[in-house]
């Protein structure tokens, strides 16, 4: 079973530079979300959504951009890299409509911004 | 949101039971409480979640304090592949899905 799926898994940019990670999900799960985790910290939410064509901000948007044009598929995009936005990315899904509610991640992508 | 609050590290022997503990004072009666964990350079994955009553599963068991301020995830078993980071994090059913995730418990076993 794939899951959750996410491309590419390790990615260095320099300043400026856009680039969009992919994630993709098999499950058929409504609701879908990047989050960024930086070193030994929790995880943080950047965008979400809750089906194809609709999308809404999390606690950290900023520099990120997201489009969910299909249930499976759930891109994030820097438009112009900073190094702050060195991190490590997870995408998740879950289908709301279960009563045992639970998030499926991704195995992440490694990104560093020079 | 409500946030929790959790010891930063905790260290148990292999094969021994393993008590995680989780502060919630400001829950709402809709808050669901779950456990996810990470593994080293993996992905969170899911563990056990509850509202009220104490809760069992394959992985661990869940222990609800009865005014729900405080929980407890229950390792009955401890092994070398439950060294992971435990994050307790409350899931209010009619959120906006914004999940507020701390810094969670990193358990080191000892063999």
């Known amino acids: 079973n794939a899951g959750v799926t996410q491309t590419p898994k390790f990615q260095v940019l320099k300043t400026g530079q856009s680039m969009t990670l992919q994630c993709a999900q098999d499950m058929n799960h409504e609701y879908m979300s990047w989050y960024r985790q930086d070193p030994g910290m929790g995880l943080r939410l950047i965008h979400y959504?809750?089906?194809?064509?609709?999308?809404d901000q999390g606690e950290v948007p900023n520099g990120y951009n997201v489009s969910r044009s299909t249930t499976e598929d759930f891109p994030l995009r820097l438009l112009s890299a900073a190094p702050s936005q060195t991190s490590v990315y997870f995408c998740?899904?879950?289908?709301?409509?279960?009563?045992?509610?639970?998030?499926?991640f991704g195995s992440g992508t490694q990104l560093s911004v020079l | 949101d409500a946030k929790t609050t959790q010891p930063n590290s905790m260290e148990s022997n292999e094969e021994e039971p393993v008590h995680l503990p989780c502060n919630h004072s400001t829950i709402s009666g809709t808050d669901y409480i779950h456990w996810y964990r990470q593994l080293p350079s993996q992905g969170p994955e899911y563990v056990i979640h509850?509202?009220?009553?104490?809760v069992n599963n394959r992985m661990a068991s869940l222990a609800i304090a009865e005014d729900r301020k405080s929980s407890t995830l229950i390792l009955h078993r401890a092994t070398l592949r439950d060294a992971a980071v435990y994050y307790c994090i409350l899931r209010d059913w009619d959120s906006n899905y914004q999940l507020i995730w701390g810094a969670g418990t990193k358990l080191i076993i000892k063999p």
């Open positions: 959504s809750v089906g194809a064509g609709i999308t």
């Open positions: 998740a899904s879950s289908s709301p409509r279960l009563t045992n509610e639970k998030l499926f």
């Open positions: 509850g509202l009220t009553s104490n």
